[in-house]
């Protein structure tokens, strides 16, 4: 961008590249049919209807490639959400860390990667504004409750499954992660009563089962019109494990789907300060200060090679290579 604030031809180009590269790089099917020459079989690339999964989350890469031309941090009040935190809830944080969460890992081999949680608090559960109940309507997605509608929101805007629970009804007030018990039962969001094996991972308070980890919550601490406090709960699930368990009850759900295709263990804790900043939005209240995460294994950011040859082939214009690194640094 210019001294003046006016993008630059270059910058300009770069942002053309970047979303045709994007777009091209999106499914397509191909087609079998005869060649009119009647020489044999040629395949045609058809563009093939997306689903509301992979639709819901293109425009954050577009957002992304175009905070690189305009200089303008993407997803700033995500990124800023516990600047918006209630600050008189700061001398709570270590009790709720240490008592009303409780989040633990078990030995799950593998089944549980990450999980953030995070408190808001004096919220009140109603209906949504029409332009998230239109917006989710449009990604097929029924309209529930402002708490319900604002997690399944920033699922299809980050596309990383949350769960809210009532605090309220959660035994000892916390969550713990582990293995299904043997003849272990729980009652679903739908409403049936689903039989649990030891293989499945479910999340529990202190007594029980409280939902199926990446597949559906109970019914038991759904959230409700009289619902005060909330837990925010958004983890990496094993996606083998969750395709298992999804497959064996013979339910699946947005959550499932995402978590089968492999999910962002990175994306735990910016999902909960985002659902987080959007329900106090919504619904008032507060958000009781920080997240509790739990990462035992965070992995190093894996290093992306990018060459020259394939810059200009992408591009078709040669950058200076003082221009590449100033664009791609920022």
């Avoid at 507060?286 to 040859?309: M, N, Q």
Wanted: hydrophobic content about 40%.
């Amino acid at each position: 961008m210019s001294k003046h604030g006016a993008v630059t031809e270059l910058e300009h180009h770069v942002f053309v590249a970047s979303t045709t590269l994007l777009i091209r790089r999106l499914p397509q099917r191909f087609e079998r049919c005869r060649s009119q020459s009647g020489e044999g079989p040629t395949f045609t690339p058809q563009p093939r209807r997306h689903s509301r999964m992979e639709v819901s989350s293109w425009h954050m890469q577009i957002a992304r490639v175009s905070s690189r031309l305009t200089r303008v941090t993407c997803g700033d009040c995500w990124a800023n959400a516990s600047a918006r935190e209630c600050r008189s809830a700061q001398a709570l944080i270590g009790a709720v860390r240490a008592r009303q969460l409780g989040v633990k890992q078990r030995a799950l081999r593998g089944l549980l990667s990450s999980a953030s949680t995070a408190v808001p608090r004096g919220v009140k559960v109603g209906p949504s504004p029409d332009w998230l109940r239109q917006r989710l309507e449009a990604l097929g997605q029924t309209p529930i409750n402002n708490v319900v509608d604002a997690t399944n929101y920033v699922m299809l805007e980050l596309g990383h499954p949350l769960h809210a629970f009532d605090m309220d009804l959660l035994g000892e007030r916390r969550i713990v992660v582990r293995r299904a018990r043997a003849g272990e039962k729980i009652r679903t969001l739908d409403g049936i009563e689903r039989a649990l094996s030891a293989e499945m991972c479910v999340i529990a308070d202190a007594a029980r089962a409280v939902a199926i980890a990446g597949v559906m919550g109970g019914a038991e601490t759904e959230i409700r019109a009289t619902t005060n406090t909330l837990l925010l709960e958004a983890a990496w699930f094993d996606p083998i494990s969750v395709r298992r368990t999804s497959k064996a009850l013979g339910l699946r759900t947005e959550a499932s789907m995402r978590f089968e295709r492999g999910a962002d263990a990175e994306m735990t804790e910016l999902a909960s300060r985002r659902c987080a900043q959007l329900i106090q939005q919504l619904g008032g209240g507060e958000v009781l200060a920080g997240v509790v995460d739990v990462y035992p294994g965070r992995a190093a950011p894996p290093a992306i090679e990018l060459t020259r040859k394939e810059l200009l082939r992408v591009m078709g214009a040669d950058v200076p290579d003082a221009n590449i690194e100033e664009i791609l640094s920022r």
